[in-house]
């Protein structure tokens, strides 16, 4: 998921939840196998894959699934069953928003997202409606004792970065999707193992949402994350501390 860094908060809460992390190990696995049957099953070599490897740990899938959903994609298993679809909608207040899924039924996924997208206050667009809103990056996030900002700065505009953002939670490394690769292994050579490596939707503008509208972007993200055919979602909006602390109350 990735808009404004409020809701990582929820993306927190949900990880700590063992009733998602059964969701979390579809969701990851998935990934790690389409990214092996579309590039090298090797993580050396292919970025997708090593991002995908990162993200499984970061959830603590047990090596063996990950070794399992590599191996899946060398064989003529489920990986060659998978196609890559996006969607692009509206949330409340106009919010654009981008769904990116994995799916062996592209009319069961459509629906599905269609409804949750009509039932919580927004509607689904047709290709492009949106995205022309985002820019696609590659982010890179490290946690934010990894280095000082300044430290990180210089080392991600060696690596070839093109911008970074720097908060209390963490470190947001950001370059071009054709950069990405290189500035990723440039950085893996400086630090630990990044909290996050992919491409990703960076909203260009944000739009600021009052309570209500909050509460159903929330529930319509909610409903989103919870399909596993779902691997990310984007979305331009913007909410207050002070309306998150209502919320979350």
Known sequence: MAGHSKFKNIMHRKGAQDAKRAKLFTKVGREIT??????????ENNARLR????????????????????????????????????????????????V?????????TASEIRTAFNKNGGGLGESNSVSFNFDRVGRIAYPADVADADTIFEAAL???????????????IFCAPDDFSTVQKALEAEYPEPNEAKLSWRPQNTIELDENKAATMLKLLDVLDDNDDVQSVAANFDISDEIMEKLAG
């Not at 389409?34 to 993580?43: E, I, L, M, R, Y």
């Not at 070794?67 to 679809?85: H, L, Q």
């Open 34 to 43: 389409v990214a092996a049957k579309v590039g090298d099953p090797n993580p």
């Open 158 to 172: 060696e690596a070839g970065a093109d911008d970074v953002v720097s908060s209390e939670e963490e470190h947001e």
């Open 100 to 108: 990116d899924a994995l799916t062996d039924n592209r009319n069961r």
């Open 51 to 98: 991002s995908a490897i990162q993200a499984a740990r970061a959830v603590n899938m047990p090596k063996d699934r990950i070794e399992r959903a590599i191996k899946t994609a060398t064989s003529s298993g489920e990986g060659s069953n998978f196609d890559e679809v996006r969607y692009e909608g509206f949330g409340p207040g106009g919010v654009a928003v981008i």
